[in-house]
């Protein structure tokens, strides 16, 4: 799975680094440059600008330069973090006591006269209003105990966090200034088009404002670095310090934030990563007017439906998004969606992927009551739901039934399945470490050839449904299993609880 990352990611394989855009100044290497190949552009593609002169010129001076300063507190010993371990000498080497008192005049660990470390960071970004109003990433300001922005003509000023973003990696900044600064709109990135032209300005490696163009490459890319991944790719040359700073169309309207790329030595390769302004704007100005983000919440955990889950539920194809379970009282709980439901339609809007729906949710206005439709024993069931507030302190929690021990029941097993299973029991509940409240089928072995085992299925997972009916004893399981099997099912679905954490998953049945 890539994440964006600074560099030197641990344990990677240089090619699957996927870096942040921001980073302090490096050096600068030569690159050479492989002979490009030389071939007719197609009759119906649009010739590049003569120029982007004049629209540089006029979007340079919205934006800035972003540097950062945080003071770095080190104590003897604190090698793991700031500095490499002491290499291991024979007692008494010379070589010993040289690097003992090198890396502690480094951190100052035994010296509590020596002024304090100061690590600085560099990146971008952009003034969407006069008044002095800054956007830029939040990895670029974080922990930061001071931030300097830096205008076009060099001017300097001190700036003062309005608000911050983990999710989506942005950050509201503010500044005083004398006079009305210029400032950049917001674009409408739905609208962009793959191929069309884009402009990124920026502070690579802390040069200052440079420019460079490409086009829109691709559109919703998910790179794995949260729950709201929907990034915009370019090719237009982003670098470390780009962080942060705008992705503008031909019109100079702000279609993206810079944020990540993909490189396998930490410069350009041509595959830039942007938040979309049609995320970002909503994010900022929540920002601006609360200092944090308000998100709607519907109170449910979801997975992908795969091929075997669709066939498994009875859906023409792979849509939507899979409920696993439900917290209590929340708003789905208290709008009738169920585990096993799959939510096709959110406030109007089709879910044709499950990771459209958390962003959905989250732009819909807090206790707006809204339109959905799941998908439940093979029919389109209409709900509403009043949406909540996201608080972040609240877990999504794992529907659990009732109290109480299943009855006592022989163990048996499932040779289509590849399961060993039996009925939970106190003396179980120990061995496993299950909740005292955990009911259902227990797993205790599984083959390793398995299709049980293929899903991930393991010793101790309790399985809770079949055919998204409940099942208490090994009996129940079998049943069920010789039912889907008579009526010519390739799989069965099964809800499965690990350790609390429920899921579905479909499981091809052995002839």
Avoid: C
């Amino acid at each position: 799975m890539m994440s964006p990352a600074v560099a030197g990611a641990a344990g990677r394989s240089p090619a699957r680094r996927l870096r942040r855009a921001a980073g302090a100044l490096a050096i600068v290497l030569p690159l050479v440059l492989p002979t490009p190949l030389i071939g007719a552009a197609p009759a119906s593609a649009r010739s590049a600008p003569d120029s982007f002169a004049d629209l540089a010129e006029r979007l340079l001076p919205a934006v800035v330069n972003v540097s950062t300063t945080q003071t770095i507190k080190t104590a003897s010993g604190e090698h793991g973090r700031h500095g490499p371990d002491i290499p291991q000498f024979p007692p008494g080497s010379p070589f010993e006591e040289f690097f003992k008192d090198f890396l502690e005049r480094q951190q100052h660990g035994d010296r509590p006269d020596a002024p304090p470390r100061h690590a600085t960071s560099l990146g971008s970004g952009f003034i969407i209003d006069p008044a002095g109003y800054v956007v830029t990433n939040n990895h670029v300001v974080a922990d930061a105990d001071e931030i300097t922005i830096t205008l076009h003509d060099d001017s300097t000023y001190k700036a003062k966090l309005v608000g911050r973003d983990v999710k989506t990696d942005l950050a509201l900044l503010k500044v005083d200034s004398k006079k009305p600064l210029t400032a950049v709109n917001w674009g409408d990135s739905d609208q962009t088009r793959v191929g069309d032209w884009v402009l990124a300005i920026g502070n690579p490696f802390g040069l200052g404002g440079s420019v460079t163009a490409g086009i829109l490459s691709a559109r919703g890319r998910d790179i794995q670095s949260g729950a709201y991944d929907d990034y915009l790719q370019t090719d237009a040359s982003i670098n470390r310090g780009n962080s942060g700073g705008p992705m503008f169309n031909t019109n100079g309207d702000v279609i993206g934030i810079n944020t990540a790329i993909y490189s396998p030595t930490g410069g350009s390769v041509g595959i830039g990563f942007a938040i979309p302004a049609s995320l970002a704007k909503p994010v900022i100005d929540q920002l601006k007017q609360y200092g944090k983000v308000r998100r709607g919440w519907l109170g449910v955990r979801i997975q992908t439906v795969t091929d075997e889950l669709a066939e498994s539920l009875g859906l023409d194809k792979p849509r939507g998004a899979l409920v696993s379970s439900a917290t209590e009282n929340g708003p789905a709980a208290k709008a009738k969606i169920e585990p096993g439901d799959v939510i096709l339609k959110f406030d109007g809007k089709d879910i044709n992927e499950m990771r459209r729906l958390p962003r959905i949710v989250a732009e819909t206005p807090i206790d707006k009551v809204v339109d959905v439709v799941v998908w439940r024993k093979k029919k389109e069931i209409p709900l509403k739901v009043q949406v909540g507030e996201l608080v972040e302190s609240d877990q999504v929690a794992a529907a659990t039934p009732g109290p109480g021990n299943a009855p006592s029941a022989p163990a048996g097993s499932v040779t289509e399945l590849g399961l060993q299973l039996t009925a939970v029991n106190p003396q179980l509940r120990e061995k496993y470490g299950l909740a005292d409240d955990a009911q259902g089928v227990l797993v205790t072995d599984v083959s390793d050839t398995s299709p049980a085992a293929e899903k991930g299925i393991k010793p101790g997972d309790i399985i809770v449904e079949v055919g998204q009916e409940e099942v208490k004893t090994p009996a129940d399981v079998a049943a069920k299993i010789k039912a889907a099997r008579d009526a010519k099912r390739k799989s069965v679905l099964l809800l499965v609880d690990q350790k609390g954490d429920l899921r579905f998953v479909a499981v091809r049945i052995d002839s």
